[in-house]
């Protein structure tokens, strides 16, 4: 972790849960652990010994490598699924208080989640246990934050979402959890399930439009130009409202949930056959593209088009403004065999195979994705604080953000409405503490062919920082003019003297 650069990780939950019945009849198991049962115990079976001081030591020990922990927390249902599952804990406790009931027939519990159950976290009392939970996690172990598995739940009430939902109230006004990192999922499968952008000031949200769209585009769609410049600068037309800032945007490729990023550029359909349920289960609709070949394959054009993309858009990821994440083993190409859906595979299919660092292929995927970290570190208009709005702040007559063709011509409204176009340049600029004016520009090539881009102006020395389709070249020089391989993408850094200084 500290090689690859990375400064927060993120646990998929370690609250002690139980196994499903019908995953155990099949010989599978829950390997993901979203199945609560307790919310102030860890996983017994993630310990060597039979004291919890294992975890407090590696929290410690993380923390002294530089790297925070967070928690991904499942506040949302309980593993005591609908009203024919089983009496565990809440259900025994107080069955109305904890849990949303049919209004009209309190016998059936609210489905919201898609578990069977739902937390009713508009009453006091399951508040209380919930910020309970949180503090005890805080202030015993020393976790930094909390990701929130189906987010939009804690804020519904009998009308529906809502943004100043008591929860959230107690969540950012509390002394030790207001000063936490606060990362929420900003969807579940109720009505009005869907509300990214709309979580209260404090909030960071998984940002799914950035996936989406970053998917299509580097798998050659149409029309996603307009779309794409908007992720890249942080998502404003879902943030930038109520103060809040581009890391509220959680921008990822893939998340535990779905395709690995190698797969995502080697298979078109999922490939769920291991978990019993003849590849009915997972996402159907992954924007992902195999290149020619279904799965593993032979032919080097296949395999050099799927590293190009893979590393394309590793670079679009580390070079947009938001907070980037990653999914432990992309960085070295782990694969799932096709299984989008890997929540029952405790097995090689889920399991991180760390020697893949050492082959070649994935020594080199890790390494460049290293250096991408390390340049996102180095150049701090990569990761802006405030929104970007297109003004002349630096000086030298360049704007903040602009954003270009391939021929160095900035973008009419019909540029942007172009369906086939596939290229595009966005450059950032920012003043330095020395006096200088720094500009970053990101070129982008989405299409079949090779493109030969012309720098926008003003003409200055220039320097290549990382070119996807050449990863383990080292920076150099160019001119005006650079030509962008196919599915490539390509930072280039000019630094210039303020005018007058």
Known sequence: MKR?????????????????????????RNYWGYNSLSFFAPESSYFAGDTHDELRVAVRRLHAAGIEVILDVVYNHSCEGSELGPTLSWRGI?????????????????????????????????????????RYWATSFGVDGFRFD?????????????????????????????????????????????????????????????????RRFWRGDQGQRADLAARLSGSGDLFDRRARRPWASVNFLTSHDGYTLAD?????????????EDSRDGHDNNLSRNWGAEGPADDATILTTRGRVRRAMLTTLLASLGTPMLV?????????????????????????????????????????????????????????????????SPGFGINDIEWWDERGARLTPEDWDNPEG???????????????????????????????FTMPAPSAPRQV???????????????????????SAVLVCWLGERPGS
């Open 150 to 214: 189906l987010g939009l739940t804690l804020g519904r009430t009998d009308h529906g979402f809502d943004p100043n939902a008591g929860f959230f109230d107690v969540l950012r006004q509390d002394p030790v959890l207001g000063r936490l990192k606060l990362i929420t999922e900003p969807w579940d499968v109720g009505m009005g399930g869907y509300q990214l952008g709309n979580f209260p000031p404090g909030f960071a949200e998984w940002n799914d439009k950035y996936r989406d769209t970053t």
């Open 264 to 276: 995502l550029v080697s298979y078109e359909e999922r490939h769920n056959e291991a978990n019993g």
């Open 4 to 28: 690859l650069g990375i400064t927060t990780l993120e646990l998929m939950p370690i609250h002690a849960f139980t196994q499903d019945r019908f995953l155990l009849e099949k010989g599978l």
């Open 465 to 487: 920082l990382i070119d996807s389709a050449q990863p383990e070249r080292e920076p150099f020089a160019i001119g005006d003019d650079y030509r962008v391989e196919a599915h």
């Open 422 to 452: 596939r290229a595009l340049v966005m450059r950032r600029a920012t003043l330095l503490e020395d006096g200088r004016v720094e500009a970053l520009t990101l070129l982008l090539n989405a299409s079949e062919d090779a493109i030969d």
């Open 328 to 392: 432990a083993g992309d960085e070295f190409g782990r694969s799932q065999g096709g299984n989008n859906n890997a929540y029952c595979q405790d097995n090689g299919i889920s399991w991180l195979d760390w020697s893949m660092m050492e082959g070649d292929e994935g020594k080199a995927l890790f390494e460049f994705t290293a250096r991408l970290i390390a340049l996102r570190k180095a150049h701090p208009v990569l990761c802006a604080s405030t929104f970007l709005y297109g003004q002349e």
């Open 94 to 134: 107080d069955n109305a208080t904890y849990y949303r009931l049919l209004p009209d027939d309190p016998r059936y519990c609210l489905n919201d989640t898609g578990t069977g159950n739902t937390f009713k976290l508009t009453h006091a009392r399951v508040i209380q246990m919930v910020a309970d939970s949180l």
